[in-house]
């Protein structure tokens, strides 16, 4: 490698040079072609400038977040406000009387939480190994995957925290159904508390996507709205929640 007059060779020179190099030349506005013998032939006549940068007071401003996805990231906004109504619906219902839950209600709560780990485990696999995720007609989940939410405190992906959450609300109700007394009542009230918290945090993300990272990833939202139900199915198993054995049909 020729730099004005140093020759730098091989791979344990260049390395240790070249960066030295480079800001001693910058530092005295650049370096004229080596003194090679007939390389001024194949030079041009003059040097071309090379274009002007634009003035900050020109450069575009940047685009804001929402706008850079604004199919996906008006349906992330749908969500949110369909997440946000639903927790006011429970706080406010929380201490009003429960009554025992219907049985599709009863039966459909394990098939949301299986449902919802499954997604949780692509998006785990997605996060740990870094490979491409099917995005689906909208959205750009590879950004989503390459931000900084992707991990809780940049630790923990996002993903397995899902697996957690609907693991935990699925044992739940497997323990409400096999308990009896206290243990089963707690179990039970374990149900609406989970998917609560749950919808609080997936209310968190669905927030980020289209305010903050500017991306919307569907996976994302399929969990949000798989939390929500889940959250609307459990609510008849608050307060003094009664004997899993009178569900009703």
Known sequence: MI??????????????????????????????????SGLAAFLPAEPTALPAAPSPSVM???????????????????????????????????????????????????LLALAGMGVAAYLTFIETTGAQAVCGPMGDCNT?????FARIFGVLPVGVAGIAGYGAILMA?????RLRGAPGERA??????????GTLFSIYLTFLEPFVIGATRLWCLTSAVIITGLLWLSMPYRWRSPSLQHVRR
């Open 3 to 36: 730099i004005g007059d140093s020759v730098l060779v091989g791979s344990v020179e260049i390395p240790q040079r070249l960066p030295g190099l480079v800001e001693t030349l910058l530092d005295r506005g650049g370096s004229d072609w080596p003194p090679l």
């Open 60 to 110: 575009p401003a940047e685009t804001p977040p929402f706008l850079r996805d604004m199919p996906a990231n008006a349906l992330a906004v749908a969500v949110l406000a369909g997440m946000v109504l639903s927790v006011i619906w429970a706080v406010v219902a929380w201490s009003r009387p429960a009554h025992p839950p219907a049985r599709w209600r009863d039966r459909a709560i394990p």
């Open 144 to 148: 989503v995957q390459q931000s900084e």
């Open 173 to 177: 109700w497997i323990l409400a159904h």
């Open 188 to 197: 039970a009230l374990a149900l609406p508390a989970l998917a609560l918290i």
